[in-house]
């Protein structure tokens, strides 16, 4: 498993806490101190901006956890990877999203830039 696969999975963790204060424990380990989060629909910079922005999408999916919905695609600071949104058993994620990440010297998250490939429309 290689370094960057091991961090996606801790910032997969992240999403998945939903304590704030350990939430804020664990993106300053895994997220530098000035990292962006970027995806079409926020753009933000900083660890408490970060825990606000995953705090608010906890808070809108409550009762489901994001997973990875494949192998992480790295190389050299640079991974990509596919998660998926769900309910606990459910038999098809809620959300769909692709992921590009760049870690910086320390191995820490720089950049996160988000799509969203399937998302809930409002009936």
């Known amino acids: 498993m290689s370094d960057l696969t091991s961090t996606i999975e801790r910032y997969l963790d992240i999403w998945n806490e939903p304590d704030a204060t350990r939430r804020a424990e664990k993106i300053r380990d ?4 000035n990292a962006t989060y970027t995806d079409p629909l926020v ?6 901006a970060i825990n606000a922005l995953i705090g608010a999408a906890r808070e809108q999916f409550t009762g489901m956890t994001f997973a990875l919905a494949g192998p992480v695609d790295a190389h050299h600071s640079i991974a990509r990877f596919t998660w998926n949104l769900a309910p606990a058993g459910a038999a098809e994620p809620v ?11 320390d191995g820490r998250l720089s950049a996160v830039y988000g799509f969203l490939d399937r998302v809930p ?3």
């Open 95 to 105: 959300v769909v999203g692709f992921d590009v990440v760049r870690a910086d010297d």
């Open 30 to 33: 895994v997220w530098a101190t």
């Open 121 to 123: 429309t409002d009936s």
């Open 43 to 48: 753009s933000v910079s900083g660890h408490e």
